[in-house]
């Protein structure tokens, strides 16, 4: 557990990353494979991963994620993988409308969480992001309108210096046997 820990407390986002640096596709891979094996309700696995390393389209992607004056630095990440929306299946459609609880977006939280915590193992830093003009990113992947891009993990090799993590103190957001 110890290991595990330590990629957790390591892991953290990233908001500058080296242009020059492209990440290799072995680790790439490596990180897919990961969010693929994410656990998902029923199985369902409502995900498809649209992995974007072309320079010139991953530029254009960071203009995208880039509005409002936010996320500027999207514009450096050499990978952005976008995270759309998959039909869940039918148990897990059933469960969602008899609980109330989209299960498809936990879902796609966890696998995020998988391919946050791959990245941080291959020495590169992520940042996850769901401000962005959703609708351009669609047109320049080929994404259908009716899908729901959820979010881009930006990936690279960092330029700056871990922060120190600051976190609530566990007594605050856990309990034992009752709220």
């Known amino acids: 557990m110890t290991d595990f820990l330590t ?3 390591a892991r953290q986002s990233d908001r500058a990353y080296d242009k020059t640096h492209p990440v290799e596709k072995e680790k790439l891979e490596r990180i897919l494979e990961a969010a693929c094996l994410a656990p998902s309700a029923c199985n369902a696995q409502p995900w498809k991963f649209t992995i974007i390393t072309d320079k010139e389209l991953s530029e254009k992607i960071g203009k995208a994620v880039a509005g409002w004056g936010m996320n500027k630095f999207a514009e450096e990440a050499p990978v952005h993988i976008l995270v759309t929306e998959e039909p869940a299946g039918i148990s897990s459609t059933i ?3 008899v609980k109330h609880k989209h299960y498809p977006l936990i879902d796609l939280g966890i696998a995020a969480a998988h391919i946050t915590l791959a ?12 401000w962005f003009d959703e609708n351009e990113i669609k047109k320049l992947v080929g994404i259908p309108s009716s899908k729901r891009l959820l979010l881009d993990i930006i990936i690279g090799y960092p330029t700056k210096e ?4 600051i976190r609530k103190p566990m007594e605050k957001v856990m309990s034992y046997n009752k709220y």
């Open 7 to 9: 990629l957790v407390a």
């Open 95 to 97: 469960g969602s409308a």
């Open 119 to 130: 990245a941080e193992s291959e020495g590169l830093g992520s940042c996850i992001l769901g």
């Open 162 to 165: 871990k922060r120190k993590k």
